[in-house]
């Protein structure tokens, strides 16, 4: 957008659905932006989606070795996000599902637009499955503790309005403004001294990182095992039949 801000339209096929290529070219986002003499950026999606989550119709057939690479993979990039050394400011657009929630949870400030027909949230156990600990260590950084069972554990898809009840995000703005609210929140970041933002942003991220990285190991194996039990398996495929009418 200009050399202080720059926007990062997120555009990779059907709801913008999380396939590996799609996490690539996320990862390569970040690097270039990092690299980049922006100081700030802000993140989103197109038409009505900032991202639907885990593209389930790619991934539903995984054995368990290809499954292992994909969430290592999704951990991976979503660290990657969250370990960014300048400002991201998340405009959220439209529907932002399981991990669709998960990157904007990732950004240093979340806004969405005022439509109360899109939903926001971490619905993993509603499909019987558990959550990456980047994400419960990025939710636990992010959200008053009240709010981390409403939203991790109850699994609720909910209004922007609602979502802006429980701190899952910063504004709700009308769709109009969206964009400007967003690059004006970005700017404001990219005005304060770069090094002065990359100290504190990762002074204060730090302990949410080495704790990703203690349970890195095992971590993977966990959540493997919810993804493959007989519940989860049927969710998910029943999930899959409806996303492929």
Known sequence: ??????????????????????LDTLERMIDGFERSPAAAAVLTGYDRYFSGGLALTHIIDFDIVAMRGFIEQFSRTMTRVFACTKPIVAAVNGHAIAGGCVLALMC???????????????????????????VVESLRAAVPPASIGPIAIEGRLMSPADALGLGLVHEV???????????AKATAYAALPTAAVAHVKHAIRAPSLEAVARTADGDATRW???WFSPEAQSRLRAAVARLSR
């Open 108 to 134: 240093d400030w979340r806004i969405a637009v005022d439509d109360p027909a899109i939903r926001i949230g971490l619905n993993e156990t509603q499909l019987g499955i558990g959550l990456p600990s980047i």
């Open 1 to 22: 957008m200009d050399d202080d801000v720059v926007v990062l339209k997120l555009e990779g096929g059907k709801a913008n659905a999380m396939t590996p290529e799609l």
């Open 173 to 183: 703005v009308p769709a109009g403004e969206l964009l400007a609210r967003a690059t």
């Open 224 to 226: 493997l095992e919810t």
